[in-house]
Structure formats: C-alpha cells, structure tokens
C-alpha cells in the first residue's frame, strides 16, 4: 500500500514537499512515478525515480521547478515542488509497477496506487 502526504493550501510562489511511503513492502526496489490529476483533467505523469536513482520528468512545465527523490533509509519518495503556479492545483498520487527500473508517465502502467493528496494553489 502506498501512501501519500504533505498536501495542503499555498499561495502562489510557495513550496510543498510531498512524501511517499509504503506499507507492506520495501519501496527502495522500485521505481515510483508521480502523477497528478486536476479538476476536469486527465490524470498525468509528473516526474519517476528509479531504483537507482535515475530521474525522469514527463511534464515540461514543471522542470526546474518540481524534483523528484527518495531516502531509502527512511523507505519514502519525495516530490518538493517549488514556485506553485494555481494551475498547479491537482489531487497527487504516488504509484508503482514493483520494476526496479521501469519509468513512465502513463498512468496505465503503473499497477498500485496511493489515495492521493490535494494541492491547492490559491491566494
């Protein structure tokens, strides 16, 4: 079971980190994605970690401004997002397929899902 937290209320130009954390198996073998889907919006890849570290980032909008990483002692990935614009505004979900290595930002391969957090951007 993955789970997901760090969401809340920020105002435009602000900062979140969100975490994500696993119950029942060790996340440190497998690749994780970030998505995240807005009101009346599909849901779209944001960024994936793989085992080894290596990063991907599916949106261009958001490079430079969201990161992706994990702690593999602490068992959790990380999305610190940086600069939040309103559209910005999604419920973020944390998922992953059990790979190691296997990134993508297509919300049909990824098997297991958190409930999600909400971020809402807004002054």
């Known amino acids: 079971q993955l789970v997901e937290s760090g969401g809340g209320l920020v105002q435009p130009g602000g900062s979140l980190r969100l975490s994500c954390t696993a119950s029942?198996?060790?996340?440190?073998?497998?690749?994780i994605g970030w998505f995240r889907q807005a009101p009346g919006k599909e849901r779209e890849g944001v960024a994936c970690?793989?085992?080894?570290?290596?990063?991907?980032y599916y949106t261009d909008s958001l490079k430079g401004r969201f990161t992706i990483s994990r702690d593999k002692a602490k068992n959790t990935v990380y999305l610190q997002m940086k600069r939040l614009k309103p559209e910005d505004t999604a419920v973020y979900s944390c998922?992953?397929?059990?790979?190691?290595?296997?990134?993508?930002?297509?919300?049909?391969?990824?098997?297991?899902w958190g409930q999600g957090t909400q971020v809402t951007v807004s002054s």
């Open positions: 998922a992953t397929n059990l790979s190691e290595h296997y990134c993508s930002g297509y919300r049909g391969d990824y098997a297991y």
């Open positions: 029942g198996f060790i996340l440190d073998y497998s690749a």
């Open positions: 970690i793989s085992s080894n570290y290596v990063t991907t």
